[in-house]
Each structure stands twice: as structure tokens, then as C-alpha cells.
């Protein structure tokens, strides 16, 4: 199997993965996990979301956590907006990259936004003259795209056609989401050549759950489509707040080491991220369900004076 020479990681844990976490994580706390991330080589991050912070209080402090990173050159910080009215905040903040989104289930959109999957289309038309104005790049996201809880499997055709909409807007780079981790291999290349017929210039990012255990064979299945931008969170974290039994994302660090295991480049220094987990885990008072952070890669070997003998 011929795979990608080298793939791009965007970790989504400080919005995606935060987000549902119910005590409020200091602001600081935030800034240093996202000036950690990129020290180990990460170039992409999804950092923080517009959001209101009546539905997530947790990104209550979106533009506090985008004025406080270390913005060297290098990385690209993107933040996550619902509407209209979020890209003006994130205008405001200094955003230099946003993320609009929408669900391929209208039942899932409804929930997640209140409004159909047209409005949300209309209302990014919107935000991309907003973006223009300010400069902003803009990137494009397609929830629940591999299957929906409240409506079981999600046609292909319906995320080709969101995703041909996006692109006609000016949009370049959208990802597949699977909010739910309802994706399987057959399901991931149905989408992404669904997708590639309807739109042949558009750069596709893949985003999977790991809620089944399947997360990291669907990012094999992406890789052998040639898929060369996988989202992942820093020690598993996440998980949609507005799906049943949706558990975390695809751990990053467990990501790039599957990556470096195929030889596959990823610019990312994997000892340094997994140390990023442990330090997240140890915020968070809690053991999180990344399992490279534990073990460490293959090649880290034991002293012979920490194995444990035989007796009699």
C-alpha cells in the first residue's frame, strides 16, 4: 500500500476537546496547553470557539485564549463560529483562520444549532464577505458525516452536495466530521469519493471519534484514499455535548505515532506531545484514554532494573 509521504495534524483539544468539560478550565491553563502543543510541532490547531457561552461556558474566554497564545510564525490557530455573530467576535479577537460548520443530518443540526442545514448554509455566505473583509481564511466542516444518532446512516450524495455548496462559496478546505463515531472504512470512502466527484479541487480533512474503537482504522481507510490531513485531540479528549454516547476524538499522539510507525511524516516530535497528555491529564485530575501517553512509542526501551523477576 502506498501511503502518503507525510500527512498534516490539526489537534482540536482545547476546542473540541475542552469544550465539554464541566468544571472551567482557567484561561492560563488553556494559553499554556496550546503554547505546549505547538513546542512539540503541531502546525495546526483548532484553539477556541465563538461561541455563546450560555450553551458552552467553556470557551466563555475564546478571545482572552486567542490573545494569549504565542502566535509565532510557523502555525495556523483556527476558531470554531456558529453564526454571523461569533465571526464578528472572532474578527474583533484577531482571528486569523475560522471554521464554520454544519451537520449533514438535519436533526443533528437542529440540535447542535437550532436551524436547518439550508439556513446554516445561508448564513455562511455571510461570513465569508465578513471574512473578506477582515482577511480571514476560512475553513469548512461537515458534522456527523459518517452517521447520525437521532437518523441512523447519512447518504453520501447529502455530504457531497453540503460540501459542493461550501466550495461554490469560496471555500477550499472542509473537513468530514464523525461527531458520533458512527464511521466505518466502506462509510469513510463512500463520503470522501462522494465528495471528490462533486468537488475535484477541494482539500478534505478527515475527524473521527474513536467512540466504537474504530477511530484510528478509519484513519487508515483515509489514508489509503491519500487523505493527508487527519484532526486528532491531545490525549483523547472530547467528545460532541449534543450526542448521545459520543465519546472523545481520536487521540493525537496516538495518531502520530500510528503515522510514524508507516514511515509517514508528520513534522511532530512524539515524545514531546505525549509529555503535553500526561500535563493535560494531570490538569484535568483524571486519566485520559490516549494510550501511547502511557506506554510511550516502541522504540523507548526499560531499564533491565525495572523488569519484574521471577521468584522460586
Do not use: W
Request: aromatic share 4%; with cysteine.
Amino acid at each position: 500500500m502506498a501511503y502518503p509521504k507525510s500527512v498534516r495534524i490539526c489537534d482540536v483539544g482545547t476546542r473540541d476537546g475542552f469544550q465539554i468539560e464541566h468544571d472551567f478550565i482557567p484561561t492560563r491553563d488553556k494559553i499554556a496547553t496550546i503554547d505546549d502543543i505547538v513546542a512539540a510541532g503541531v502546525r495546526k490547531l483548532e484553539v477556541t470557539s465563538f461561541v455563546s457561552p450560555r450553551a458552552v461556558p467553556q470557551m466563555a474566554d475564546a478571545a482572552e485564549v486567542l490573545a494569549g497564545i504565542d502566535k509565532g510564525p510557523g502555525a495556523e490557530f483556527v476558531a470554531l463560529v456558529p453564526n454571523l455573530r461569533g465571526a464578528e467576535n472572532a474578527a474583533k479577537a484577531g482571528a486569523r483562520s475560522i471554521l464554520l460548520f454544519v451537520s449533514a443530518s438535519e436533526t443533528h443540526n437542529a440540535t447542535n444549532v437550532n436551524r436547518p442545514i439550508a439556513a446554516s448554509l445561508d448564513g455562511f455566505r455571510e461570513v465569508m464577505a465578513l471574512a473578506a473583509r477582515h482577511g480571514m481564511a476560512v475553513h469548512g466542516a461537515i458534522s456527523t458525516s459518517f452517521g447520525c444518532p437521532f437518523e441512523g446512516d447519512v447518504p453520501a450524495r447529502q455530504v457531497a452536495s453540503i460540501a459542493r455548496q461550501m466550495r461554490e462559496m469560496g471555500i477550499r478546505h472542509v473537513a468530514l466530521g464523525d461527531t458520533t463515531g458512527m464511521a466505518t472504512p466502506p462509510l469513510v470512502r463512500a463520503a470522501v469519493e462522494a465528495v471528490r466527484a462533486a468537488c475535484p479541487d477541494l482539500a478534505i480533512a478527515l475527524h473521527f471519534h474513536n467512540t466504537r474503537a474504530l477511530g484510528l482504522v478509519n484513519v487508515m481507510a483515509g489514508l489509503e484514499l491519500g487523505i493527508t490531513e487527519y484532526e486528532g485531540s491531545i490525549g483523547g479528549l472530547g467528545g460532541c455535548p449534543f450526542a448521545p454516547g459520543a465519546t472523545g476524538n481520536v487521540c493525537t499522539e496516538d495518531m502520530v505515532n500510528l503515522m510514524h510507525e508507516l514511515g509517514i511524516e508528520t513534522g511532530i516530535d512524539l515524545e514531546a506531545l505525549c509529555s503535553v497528555a500526561r500535563k493535560v491529564e494531570a490538569m484535568l485530575g483524571r486519566q485520559l484514554p490516549g494510550q501511547v501517553m502511557k506506554a510511550g512509542p516502541r522504540s523507548r526501551l526499560s531499564g533491565i532494573d525495572c523488569a519484574v523477576r521471577a521468584v522460586g
